[in-house]
């Protein structure tokens, strides 16, 4: 089970100032969608070149263009790139034929999808890397969370790795990794609290805890 933070209120030289001081607690970082709109792809570059052991993931959510769009992200430094799982099926599969040409790997997130478990297996058999429930900012709002859709997704993906965003901190975490998730996906968990390496610190070793 792998750590990744999701960075999407800073801008770079705050996200690179943040990431050192967690960043032997994580195993990815994402330059989320907000930095990589507000700051283009340079961001994700400075932190692949900041951190250059951690996976970076350019958080793009890609919807068009999908090839292209990959091929530009891994360019700057990219490990792993999002496409949304509402994204046309030939977009898909374009983004999981650049990233295999390059060595990287997919994420599709599945924000605002309706049927996850339909549209889960269908992308599964994609070939991407990764498939991840999703609950947005928005919904976190209103009291929501993508826990119940873990275990939908769980039960029907049988090649890529699963993982889940959204609203996801230490007092919520046992009952997500108790999921079995490949990664877990945790933004103001760690960046919004004071101390951000000992929440990144308690974090990990809950994982780690339960992966072993």
């Known amino acids: 089970m792998k750590l990744q933070l999701a960075l999407d209120l800073v801008n770079t030289e705050e996200a690179i100032a943040l990431v050192e001081e967690v960043k032997d607690h994580i195993d990815i ?44 992200a891994v360019e700057n430094g990219a490990d792993i790139v999002t496409i949304l799982g509402t994204a046309e099926d030939e977009s898909i599969k374009g983004a999981v034929e650049e990233a295999k040409k390059q060595g990287k790997e997919i994420l599709v ?14 992308v599964d058999d994609m070939g991407v890397d990764y498939i991840c429930v999703h609950t947005g ?45 490949d990664l877990v996906i945790v933004g103001g968990g760690i960046a919004g609290q004071e101390d951000k390496q000992a929440a990144a610190e308690k974090i990990e070793a809950l994982i780690k805890q339960e992966t072993a």
């Not at 769980?154 to 079995?180: D, F, M, S, W, Y």
């Open 109 to 122: 997130d599945l924000i605002a999808v309706k049927d996850i478990a339909k549209r889960a297996q269908e």
């Open 137 to 181: 900012y928005d919904l976190q709002a209103v009291g929501k969370n993508s826990f119940e859709d873990l275990q939908t997704i769980k039960g029907v993906v049988k090649n890529a790795k699963t993982a889940i965003a959204g609203g996801i901190k230490l007092e919520t975490l046992p009952e997500v990794v108790q999921a079995q998730p």
């Open 29 to 72: 970082v994402e330059i989320g969608t907000p930095i990589v709109k507000i700051e283009g792809l340079k961001a994700v570059k400075a932190m692949k070149e900041a951190f250059p052991q951690l996976e970076v993931l350019a958080d793009m959510k890609t919807m068009d263009a999908a090839g292209y769009e990959v091929q530009k």
